[in-house]
């Protein structure tokens, strides 16, 4: 007997179907949309997304590899920097945990993408690179950056700027 994956996939895979074959709605739904990706830390993919038309409400983000869904999340954590640059309430980070079978040593390139009115909207900096055993093995490890283990740079921010 084959096993079929979980409900939520499904539909999600379903609901990809079905943007793919969409057009733009009129009146482009992702003017208001604002999001960042800070990075891929010990498996984890993280950043923030807002729509900015309507702050109050959560975004559900998605990580897609060679087309397929293999990680989703609703923007919903909170973030000390999104609340003090008046990013609405805070409450708009997201965790992407990667599976294991991407953690492979491969290299590999994960698209980040918020779903909006009907549309998939790729984040800024929303193509992350994997390098599976980089990711999995050297935690708080961020290619090019000095950012601590939580995915943030220090002092909370999205960017650190030098005094003097």
């Given at each position: 007997?084959?096993?079929?994956?979980?409900?939520?996939?499904?539909?999600?895979?379903?609901?990809?179907?079905?943007?793919?074959?969409?057009?733009p709605?009129?009146?482009?739904?992702?003017?208001?949309?604002?999001?960042?990706?800070?990075?891929?830390?010990?498996?984890?993919i993280?950043?923030?997304?807002?729509?900015a038309?309507?702050?109050?409400?959560?975004?559900?983000?998605l990580?897609?590899?060679?087309g397929?869904?293999?990680?989703?999340?609703?923007?919903?954590?909170?973030?000390?920097?999104?609340?003090?640059?008046?990013?609405?309430?805070?409450?708009?980070?997201?965790?992407l945990?990667?599976?294991?079978?991407?953690?492979d040593?491969?290299?590999r390139?994960?698209?980040?993408?918020?779903?909006?009115?009907?549309?998939?909207?790729?984040?800024?900096r929303?193509?992350?690179?994997?390098?599976?055993?980089?990711?999995?093995?050297?935690?708080?490890?961020?290619?090019?950056?000095?950012?601590?283990?939580?995915?943030?740079?220090?002092?909370g921010?999205?960017?650190?700027?030098?005094?003097?």
């Amino acid at each position: 007997m084959e096993s079929r994956p979980p409900l939520l996939i499904r539909r999600l895979r379903a609901l990809l179907r079905r943007l793919a074959r969409a057009r733009p709605p009129q009146g482009d739904r992702r003017a208001g949309i604002e999001g960042f990706v800070d990075g891929c830390v010990a498996g984890e993919i993280r950043g923030w997304a807002l729509d900015a038309d309507h702050p109050n409400r959560r975004m559900h983000v998605l990580a897609l590899s060679d087309g397929r869904v293999v990680a989703e999340a609703l923007a919903d954590l909170s973030r000390a920097d999104l609340m003090r640059h008046g990013r609405g309430d805070g409450r708009h980070a997201f965790r992407l945990r990667l599976p294991a079978a991407l953690l492979d040593g491969e290299r590999r390139t994960v698209e980040v993408q918020a779903i909006a009115g009907g549309t998939l909207v790729r984040l800024k900096r929303g193509e992350v690179v994997i390098e599976g055993a980089d990711a999995a093995a050297r935690p708080g490890a961020v290619a090019g950056s000095r950012r601590d283990a939580s995915g943030i740079w220090p002092g909370g921010g999205q960017t650190r700027r030098r005094k003097g």
